[in-house]
T-cell receptor
Framework: AQKVTQAQTEISVVEKEDVTLDCVYE???????LFWYKQPPSGELVFLIR??????QNEISGRYSWNFQKSTSSFNFTITASQVVDSAVYFC????????????FGTGTKLQVIP | NAGVMQNPRHLVRRRGQEARLRCSPM?????VYWYRQLPEEGLKFMVY????????ESGMPKERFSAEFPKEGPSILRIQQVVRGDSAAYFC??????????????FGPGTRLTVT
């Protein structure tokens, strides 16, 4: 069985602060994919990143960066110099690389960026 | 290239009525997934369908819920005799024809069902 844990239910930061959202996962699959999605107040799901379990390189995209550590089964997400528009619920998710892609989501972390 | 479309975006039903949620996958996608998001919770897998086939319905409640993806037309998630606990956001996602793990799932905007 797969499981994704996002222990931080809610985080508040002041604008321009850096913030890290934690994600810990469990899976018996040897190959798998990890995702992060953003859900702004409008409710839609916005895809942010997909990471293959073979690739442990960290990734940076603008103010966003992701730290994948297979040894600790973690896939943390950092927002640098946060902005009010970053306020949203962020979901970490996991799917097996074999077979079809039933996605297991974490419960989400609600980020509030205060101006 | 239109994304995944869901309609209606908002649906209000009284207890005991039926709710029908529609999902049109992206062009060329023949795999559809339905997820439910209860208030203040993450998304939970409900059902996975290919054209005319239900592949995995392990996340569907045993009663009142059904799903189909006909050869022509959108996928339909049907909830009969709705109860207040069915109030949630229902998301549809589609993936390319091969549907292999890791392919990005494209999510629709969701249908927000409110049962009064």
């Amino acid at each position: 069985a797969q499981k994704v844990t996002q222990a931080q239910t809610e985080i508040s930061v002041v604008e321009k602060e850096d913030v890290t959202l934690d994600c810990v996962y469990e899976t018996r699959d040897t190959t798998y994919y990890l995702f992060w999605y953003k859900q702004p107040p409008s409710g839609e799901l916005v895809f942010l990143i997909r990471r293959n379990s073979f690739d442990e390189q960290n990734e940076i995209s603008g103010r966003y960066s992701w730290n994948f550590q297979k040894s600790t089964s973690s896939f943390n997400f950092t927002i640098t110099a946060s902005q009010v528009v970053d306020s949203a619920v962020y979901f970490c998710a996991l799917t097996s690389a074999s077979g079809y892609q039933k996605v297991t989501f974490g419960t989400g972390t609600k980020l509030q960026v205060i101006p | 290239n239109a994304g995944v479309m869901q309609n209606p975006r908002h649906l209000v039903r009284r207890r005991g009525q039926e709710a029908r949620l529609r999902c049109s996958p992206m062009k060329g996608h023949s795999h559809v997934y339905w997820y439910r998001q209860l208030p203040e919770e993450g998304l939970k897998f409900m059902v996975y369908l290919q054209k005319e086939n239900i592949i995995d319905e392990s996340g569907m409640p045993k009663e009142r819920f059904s799903a189909e993806f006909p050869k022509e037309g959108p996928s339909i998630l049907r909830i009969q005799q709705v109860v207040r606990g069915d109030s949630a956001a229902y998301f549809c996602a589609s993936s390319p024809s091969r549907g292999q793990g890791g392919d990005e799932q494209y999510f629709g905007p969701g249908t927000r069902l409110t049962v009064t």
